[in-house]
């Protein structure tokens, strides 16, 4: 039998970490298994709808690098994939429910069903949600009543008395009292809408899926599933629901922990590599003793056997552990583009949103491997490399001033760098190295003393990334002319 997943996103808002992490185990079990993996978009709910939540999802799994087999933009032999565009069809499986005397025309108006609440709430009763009014009604009575056009709804009957048990992959075999499942729930709504429940077995149904893999929400729903299932004398999927995913309060991961959209993470400078390889982690094990995986190692490794029970913790510090060895794995080029937007944006060729011309461009490029070994997020990577493209500010003089020294100090060592320069700036870093340190051992002068005040003059600051290699860069012109601007500075 052919693996068929889904991930069932509803358009209400902006893709975060806990519905990537259902796309992605769904994904990565249709890949393990040979299946295909489907996108369907349960879009029922129209007033919470939102055509940019669509488009978020789109450019959410295009960034990540996750492509569906079937779906609404790809297409495939189950379509449409997206809801609305099967509304006529929920209503024959309704219909089709009612005939078999599994479901129920219900004339109740809102106005009963508020008054029945108000006076549950009043008289402090335990029962909640509806009363089961129209159950009893006669069914021929009732059809008529639809015929001629009154206002109803279509309601499941639930077999009250009995218990419906299923099996869930991780957490074993799961009984629920009918009589606490969510009393004769709508199925279809009076304007003919369907209601999430029966869309979602319908189409699970339909379009093959053998697996529901979702979040542990969903759990009070899945007796209800499995009640119409049997009602339409269908087999059900297996169910596995996913294990939750924390902050690390212990309470379900929210906007109190930090940033949970992925708009959110992109913004902020992760890596897609680094989100993905994360994301897999909360909830799975895969191998022993590794922490980097690729997609493929993911997709190859995956098992359902491998989930663990115990809800997830999403820690903030351990992604940006994964974002900072992403950064360092890149090679110079990728991590020159994928920082670039971020560059731009911070104005570092000029101006904010300034293309680099060729030459900074060059630059930048060249520039990794000086900030790739310290940066954990993309937008460090500009924010360290200012001095190269543009002269620095001149800090305060006591910045030039070396520990233990004064400024008259600073002024001797930028003096006696003058005629290092040269060689500083055409040898290798490594070489560069051992001239100061043969230098200042010739010189009796401690190396501090000395390269403090050059690396304020040349980048401006005291910390940043390593100096020869920045010197190199600059080259022989820009690195004399800094230091000389420095020295007429400090002497004045
Ligand atoms: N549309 C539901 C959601 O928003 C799908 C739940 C399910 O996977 O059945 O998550
Ligand atoms: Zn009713």
């Not at 893709?15 to 029922?44: P, W």
């Not at 499942?181 to 379009?207: E, Q, W």
């Amino acid at each position: 039998m052919e693996v068929r997943v889904r991930y069932a996103p509803s358009p209400t808002g902006l893709q975060h970490i806990g519905g990537v992490r259902t796309a992605l185990f769904n994904y990565l079990f249709a890949r393990s298994q040979g299946g295909k993996f489907i996108l369907r978009l349960e879009d029922t709910d129209r007033t919470r709808f939102d055509e940019a939540f669509v488009q978020n999802l789109y450019d959410t799994f295009a960034w990540l690098g996750i492509h569906w087999d079937e779906g609404p933009d790809v297409g495939g032999p189950f379509g449409p994939y997206v809801q609305s565009e099967r509304f006529a069809l929920y209503k024959e499986y309704a219909e089709e429910l009612v005939t078999l005397g599994k479901a129920y025309y219900c004339f109740c108006s809102e106005e009963r069903l508020e008054r029945i609440r108000k006076e549950r709430e009043e008289s402090h009763s335990s029962e909640s949600g509806y009363d089961r009014h129209c159950r009893s009604l006669d069914p021929a009575e009732a059809q008529r009543r639809a015929r001629a056009g009154e206002p109803h709804v279509i309601r499941l009957k639930i077999p009250l008395g009995e218990v419906t048990r299923f099996h869930d992959h991780l957490l074993g075999d799961i009984e629920w009292k009918n009589d606490d499942v969510n009393p004769d729930p709508v199925l279809l709504k009076s304007d003919g809408f369907p209601t999430y429940h029966l869309a979602n077995v319908v189409d699970d149904h339909l379009m093959g899926i053998t697996h529901v893999l979702r979040a542990q929400e969903w759990i009070p729903s899945t007796p209800l599933h499995v009640i119409m299932y049997r009602a339409f004398g269908w087999e059900h999927p297996e169910y596995c629901h996913l294990p939750m995913v924390m902050g690390q309060d212990g309470k379900k991961l929210s906007k109190r922990h930090g940033a949970t959209s992925i708009d959110e993470f992109r913004r902020q400078g992760y890596l897609p590599e680094a989100l993905i390889n994360y994301v897999a982690l909360l909830g799975a094990s895969y191998e022993e003793g590794k922490d980097l995986y690729t997609l493929e190692e993911l997709a190859r490794s995956f098992s359902l056997d491998k989930l663990n029970k115990a809800p997830a913790t999403f820690d903030y510090k351990k992604l940006e552990w994964y974002n900072g060895q992403y950064i360092r794995m890149k090679g110079d080029e990728d991590l020159a583009r994928e920082s670039l937007p971020f560059a731009k944006e911070s104005g570092l060729f000029g101006s904010p949103g300034k293309d680099p011309t060729e030459a900074q461009w060059q630059r930048y490029v060249a520039a990794m491997p000086l900030v790739k070994e310290r940066a954990n997020y993309l937008p460090e990577i500009p924010q360290k490399l200012g001095y190269l493209f543009a002269e620095p500010p001149l800090p305060a003089k006591e910045e030039f001033v070396p520990k233990k020294g004064d400024l008259a100090t600073a002024v001797v060592m930028l003096e006696r760098l003058r005629s290092l320069l040269p060689q500083m700036v055409s040898q290798s870093e490594a070489e560069s190295e051992e001239m100061v340190k043969t230098y200042c051992e010739k010189e009796q002068i401690k190396m501090g003393d000395l390269m403090m005040p050059l690396r304020v003059a040349i980048t401006g600051s005291r910390v940043s990334p390593p100096l020869f290699g920045s010197m190199r860069l600059l080259g022989l012109e820009v690195c004399t002319q800094r230091l000389e601007r420095s020295l007429s500075y400090l002497k004045a």
